[in-house]
Protein backbone atom coordinates (compact mmCIF):
# COMPACT_ATOMS: atom_id res chain seq x y z
CA UNK A 1 0.00 0.00 0.00
CA UNK A 2 1.42 3.42 -1.10
CA UNK A 3 1.56 5.93 1.22
CA UNK A 4 0.10 9.27 0.01
CA UNK A 5 1.56 11.63 2.84
CA UNK A 6 4.39 13.31 0.42
CA UNK A 7 1.50 14.30 -1.39
CA UNK A 8 -0.87 16.01 1.42
CA UNK A 9 0.74 19.18 1.26
CA UNK A 10 -0.64 19.56 -2.37
CA UNK A 11 -4.01 18.39 -1.73
CA UNK A 12 -3.94 20.57 1.55
CA UNK A 13 -2.77 23.79 0.48
CA UNK A 14 -5.63 25.85 0.05
CA UNK A 15 -8.32 25.02 2.62
CA UNK A 16 -12.05 26.06 1.56
CA UNK A 17 -14.17 27.66 4.13
CA UNK A 18 -17.35 26.94 2.67
CA UNK A 19 -18.27 30.16 2.02
CA UNK A 20 -18.59 31.54 -1.56
CA UNK A 21 -16.80 34.40 -2.93
CA UNK A 22 -18.02 38.32 -2.82
CA UNK A 23 -17.73 37.40 -7.06
CA UNK A 24 -20.15 34.13 -6.84
CA UNK A 25 -21.94 36.02 -4.62
CA UNK A 26 -22.09 38.84 -6.80
CA UNK A 27 -23.15 36.47 -9.80
CA UNK A 28 -26.08 35.01 -7.55
CA UNK A 29 -27.09 38.49 -6.92
CA UNK A 30 -27.11 39.16 -10.69
CA UNK A 31 -28.86 36.17 -11.38
CA UNK A 32 -31.32 36.37 -8.64
CA UNK A 33 -34.42 37.15 -10.51
CA UNK A 34 -33.99 34.02 -13.05
CA UNK A 35 -33.71 32.10 -9.81
CA UNK A 36 -36.92 33.20 -8.49
CA UNK A 37 -38.69 33.36 -11.49
CA UNK A 38 -37.60 29.70 -12.21
CA UNK A 39 -38.50 28.27 -8.66
CA UNK A 40 -42.08 29.68 -9.31
CA UNK A 41 -42.55 28.07 -12.64
CA UNK A 42 -40.98 24.87 -10.90
CA UNK A 43 -43.61 25.29 -7.80
CA UNK A 44 -46.23 25.97 -10.48
CA UNK A 45 -45.59 22.52 -12.44
CA UNK A 46 -45.11 20.55 -9.15
CA UNK A 47 -48.17 21.32 -7.92
CA UNK A 48 -49.68 19.37 -10.96
CA UNK A 49 -47.52 16.40 -11.12
CA UNK A 50 -50.15 14.01 -9.29
CA UNK A 51 -53.44 15.49 -10.84
CA UNK A 52 -54.75 16.69 -13.79
CA UNK A 53 -54.26 20.98 -14.36
CA UNK A 54 -57.14 22.44 -14.17
CA UNK A 55 -57.26 26.31 -16.16
CA UNK A 56 -55.82 28.11 -13.07
CA UNK A 57 -53.31 25.61 -13.28
CA UNK A 58 -52.49 26.25 -16.77
CA UNK A 59 -52.92 29.83 -16.26
CA UNK A 60 -50.49 29.54 -13.30
CA UNK A 61 -47.43 27.85 -15.11
CA UNK A 62 -48.05 29.79 -18.46
CA UNK A 63 -47.45 32.57 -16.65
CA UNK A 64 -44.36 31.57 -14.58
CA UNK A 65 -43.00 30.38 -18.05
CA UNK A 66 -43.46 33.96 -19.27
CA UNK A 67 -41.99 35.46 -16.51
CA UNK A 68 -38.95 32.95 -16.69
CA UNK A 69 -38.41 34.00 -19.94
CA UNK A 70 -38.71 37.99 -19.43
CA UNK A 71 -35.72 37.35 -16.61
CA UNK A 72 -33.31 35.16 -18.79
CA UNK A 73 -33.94 37.91 -21.72
CA UNK A 74 -33.14 40.65 -19.76
CA UNK A 75 -30.24 38.69 -17.56
CA UNK A 76 -29.05 37.84 -21.23
CA UNK A 77 -29.54 41.79 -22.18
CA UNK A 78 -27.89 42.89 -19.08
CA UNK A 79 -25.01 40.60 -19.68
CA UNK A 80 -24.19 41.45 -23.23
CA UNK A 81 -24.64 45.24 -22.36
CA UNK A 82 -21.80 44.58 -20.12
CA UNK A 83 -19.63 42.27 -22.32
CA UNK A 84 -19.69 45.14 -24.99
CA UNK A 85 -19.67 48.43 -23.20
CA UNK A 86 -19.90 51.34 -25.94
CA UNK A 87 -21.13 49.16 -28.96
CA UNK A 88 -24.49 49.79 -30.82
CA UNK A 89 -27.20 48.98 -28.80
Do not use: C, H, Y
Amino acid sequence: MKSIAALQAVVTATPFDGEPSNAELDAIETEMALILADVDLLDAQIMTIDRTPTELDQQRIRRARRRMLVARRDLANRTAAVAAPGGAA
